[in-house]
């Protein structure tokens, strides 16, 4: 059922406990399900329901152990966690605290870190939070020096693979989009099509879509769809994040609906231009602010001004990973980093336009992952 | 944009604070997708994004006031939240902790409620949590005493409408499964067409798919796809929570391929059978531990046995909700609670079969949204 090798696994096993004896950590309580997809192989889209928590304790030497609901047990057998601890939830008087709380015990961890900053939360309910730490009054509950999400950040190269291979079909996905999206459809039609092709693509399904379909560009990129149809001169504008074999792409595409206006064709090549200027200066070693720096100022010309926000980001098994491509982010980039470049103009009418697109950082340079996009086709 | 008039979410917002009053609560803060989509009519699949935060505070009198990042300005203008303050995120310096805690401070709580047992959590980094509990030191964080939960249990008739719609989409769904799935397919093609005939029928999305293509059962019911092709004898599970319109539904069909074992037909008449029961008991007023009683007893019959867990559960905004069909819920049925309905049983063979629909209380009783799906039908 895993993803991957157990060899995979094993070596990010290994590479947080490295991290965690260098952090002074015991032990890691994950509970998140990008967690169970890195750590444990374990992927369902059962995460969608709220109802139980799920944890997953990492201790600095040994194999991981997972102590989840038991609706779960039989899908995490076929995984690579080998030690798995049930109880029936959701249980009103004890959702998994004891058998938690006795599991930390036994190890005899005298600390445990939890994902605790920025793009991480605790996903389990703050009482029965309470009460794990109040079963555990030596343990000292601490910040897991973002281990997790640092290890995360630079990507195997398996990990790049499926990423590419999610980025492949949604191009094919974009790339059929002028033949069968009619320009009479509503937003909420062509959202409707456009899933169908992904699927048809192959993707496994679709978790992320967003668009527009306005006149001359769009006030925001996290819209869902209406039942406005389209005219003439308007963008239609899809950013997808599907996912393949457990990875994500996230790129989107801007299409014009009939003859645009030439300032919206004018701003969507200065938008192409500093994707390739990005690609071109993103190097092993060079500082993400840097890059952020020279694609602000290239944004900047003609009337034309960035959008504002971060101009990319990391990417793998969510959406949206660390780091952001923002001013004072001084983080040099590193090899097999999978980033998103995401450069958004502000055009005269006030209006934006944004165009994305994802690449793995290599000793060669930036590598595509999404095909190439240049003038906006016409639908 | 919002899904409804403005004056269903002010009735939920008054509905709030005067619980709020009775729980001496001066204020909530929410921060989950469920409560902005609850709450503030905000809808965007961009929840998929786990980089930032999103805070709604409703005070005890007056109305809510989103805290938010700046890239949801826009869409959250067309709601009815008319209170907005944005921070330009991900800010690694104070990622809206600054802001949201100016916010609580100027209104002058003593106290904030948060969401904070089972179903819930608090979805921003726990670093920041201490940093904004920090800044406020004079206000006392509370759990919100369930109100959010509660209210989202009892639906109005416009949620139930939305439902039932959905219901209605993947029962279309559904009933073409014989006459398009194809028994050379693997599961993975199988849910790739599944979910384009839900997207064709309507569906906006469909967050939720697990299924099962096995001999005679399954095991689980939260299992991805795999490659594996259908064989004859096999029994084609398929579980979805499709999304139209915000709302879900959630329930599944299972498919004979060729010729099953009788052993299967029968379990699948006691799991039907057992569904009518429900339904029939299900009355305003009813305990749902005696609903949870009766399904348990008459699941056990003939060599077959109740399969664990519950039996069914709430469902709206989110695919899981308040309440759980469990021995030791004694909460009584409401107007308008919607349910689904899910029985499990275990079989001879030591293989599962669940069987799921749903259902709203009312005045007249349980009334299905589902269609009623009585032998399986062949592929």
New interface residues.
């Given amino acids: 059922?895993a993803l991957f090798a157990l060899e995979e696994y094993q070596t990010r096993w290994k590479k947080a406990q490295s991290k965690m004896k260098t952090a002074g950590l015991d032990g890691l309580l994950l509970t998140?399900e990008?967690d169970f997809a890195y750590f444990a192989g374990f992927?369902?889209?059962?995460w969608?329901?709220?109802?139980r928590p799920w944890f997953l304790v990492l201790p600095q030497s040994g194999n991981p152990i997972a102590v989840i609901p038991?609706?779960?047990?039989?899908?995490m057998r076929q995984g690579v966690v080998d030690n798995i601890k049930t109880w029936?939830a959701?249980d009103?008087?004890d959702?998994g605290i004891g058998i938690l709380s006795q599991t930390i015990n036994n190890i005899g961890f005298s600390n445990i870190g939890?994902?605790?900053?920025?793009?991480?939360?605790?996903?389990?309910?703050?009482?029965?939070f309470q009460a794990l730490q109040e079963k555990l009054p030596t343990v000292e509950f601490r910040?897991d020096a973002n281990i997790a999400r640092d290890l995360r950040m630079i990507k195997s190269q398996a990990e790049v693979a499926r990423i590419e291979q999610a980025c492949s079909i949604a191009g094919k996905a974009f790339a059929r989009v002028p033949q069968t999206i009619h320009k009479e459809q509503s937003l909420?039609q062509i959202?409707?099509?456009f899933?169908?092709i992904c699927?048809?693509e192959?993707?496994?399904?679709?978790?992320?879509?967003?668009g527009a379909l306005e006149a001359s560009g769009y006030?925001?990129?996290?819209?869902?769809?209406?039942d406005v149809k389209g005219r003439e001169g308007d963008v239609l504008m899809l950013d997808t994040?599907l996912i393949r074999d457990g990875y994500f792409c996230d790129f989107n595409r801007n299409f014009a609906i009939g003859k645009i206006d030439p300032m919206v064709r004018d701003a969507h090549k200065i938008l192409t231009d500093v994707t390739e200027l990005a690609i071109e200066h993103m190097k092993i070693g060079t500082a993400i602010s840097a890059i952020y720096d020279l694609m602000q100022k290239a944004l900047t010309q003609d009337g034309f001004k960035a959008g504002?926000?971060?101009l990319g980001?990391g990417l793998g098994l969510?959406?949206?990973e660390w780091p952001?491509i923002?001013a004072?982010?001084y983080m040099p980039l590193s090899d097999n980093m999978v980033m998103t470049i995401e450069p958004s103009i502000e055009m005269p009418n006030g209006k934006i336009l944004v165009h994305e697109d994802n690449v793995v950082i290599t000793a060669m340079g930036a590598k595509r992952l999404t095909p190439y996009y240049g003038e906006m086709e016409i639908i």
């Fill in positions: 059922m998140q990008v992927h369902t889209r059962f969608q329901s709220p109802t038991s609706i779960g047990e039989h899908l029936s959701p009103l008087n959702d939890l994902p605790y900053t920025m793009e991480s939360h605790l996903r389990m309910p703050l009482a029965d910040d909420a959202f409707r099509k899933q169908i699927l048809e192959g993707a496994d399904f679709i978790p992320y879509l967003a006030n925001d990129v996290i819209s869902p769809a209406h994040g504002g926000g971060r980001h969510y959406l949206t952001s923002i004072d982010e």
